[in-house]
């Protein structure tokens, strides 16, 4: 469970499209990133901003305001579920994640431009449950339901991204860093009755491990919003 689970919620396919991406390819890939950050003369990019995004917290949006061509502060918010199933570690799982989460973080941009590097805090609400049917403990065929929650959910977090103008008053936004978490607990148990605790934990030993070592999230937010 924990690698499907978890899968969804470390955001692992857009983290592979970012790898994929042609400027990654390059030694001077990043230089035209960098060279979009930069401001141009005369341009004012102070004020409230309002986000619809799309990100590891969920769908949601974000309020931001850029105190001056250097300094900005930023409030990303979201929330999603989604059903997961298949076959994990041989056993047959049907589940679901919950993602959420709320922050605030202090935006830097060193060139007055559009590029910036944050750091903040989040509280995250990422969770997730699932059933592994027809596990076998000791003979017993039994089903087992498993629940992975934070062990902390307020962590440090640290990105870098790019604030587009589009226009006068229309933007595009993007990020990526990472959310220092504290792990996952797991809580486990079977349906029939006939297991004692200790070997069910037994056989979620090694998920259990896996889950309280993931402490590390990435963090990828994509948004579309407009300037006041």
């Known amino acids: 469970m924990i690698r499907l689970a978890l899968a969804v919620i470390l955001g692992l396919s857009a983290t592979a499209a970012v790898a994929n991406d042609p400027l990654s390819d390059s030694p001077d890939g990043a230089a035209p990133l960098l060279a979009a950050?930069?401001?141009?003369?005369?341009?004012?990019?102070?004020?409230?901003?309002?986000?619809?995004?799309?990100?590891?917290?969920?769908?949601?949006?974000e309020l931001a305001w850029r105190v001056n061509d250097r300094l900005g502060?930023?409030?990303?918010?979201?929330?999603?579920?989604?059903?997961?199933?298949?076959?994990?570690?041989?056993?047959?799982?049907?589940?679901?994640?919950?993602?959420?989460?709320?922050?605030?973080?202090v935006d830097f941009y060193p060139m007055g431009g559009a590029f910036h590097v944050s750091g903040g805090a989040f509280h995250t609400n990422y969770?997730?449950?699932g059933i592994a049917s027809d596990v076998n403990i000791d003979g017993v065929?039994?089903?087992?339901t498993m629940q992975f929650d934070q062990k902390r959910k307020v962590a440090p977090v640290t990105a870098m991204g790019w604030d587009w103008r589009l226009g006068k008053h229309g933007?595009?936004?993007?990020?990526?860093?990472?959310?220092?978490?504290s792990?996952?607990?797991?809580?486990?148990?079977?349906?029939?009755?006939?297991?004692?605790?200790?070997?069910?934990?037994?056989?979620?030993?090694?998920?259990r491990d896996t889950a309280g070592r993931l402490r590390v999230l990435p963090y990828l937010k994509l948004g579309v919003g407009i300037n006041f």
């Open 37 to 61: 950050g930069a401001m141009s003369p005369g341009e004012d990019r102070t004020g409230l901003s309002l986000r619809g995004n799309v990100s590891t917290l969920g769908l949601g949006g």
């Open 127 to 129: 969770s997730a449950h």
């Open 141 to 144: 065929i039994t089903d087992v």
């Open 73 to 105: 502060i930023s409030a990303p918010f979201g929330s999603a579920e989604m059903n997961v199933d298949g076959k994990v570690e041989g056993y047959d799982m049907d589940g679901t994640v919950n993602l959420g989460g709320f922050g605030l973080m």
């Open 171 to 181: 933007m595009v936004s993007a990020d990526l860093g990472a959310i220092i978490g």
């Open 183 to 207: 792990g996952f607990d797991l809580t486990a148990s079977e349906s029939s009755g006939l297991v004692t605790q200790d070997r069910v934990d037994a056989e979620t030993a090694d998920i």
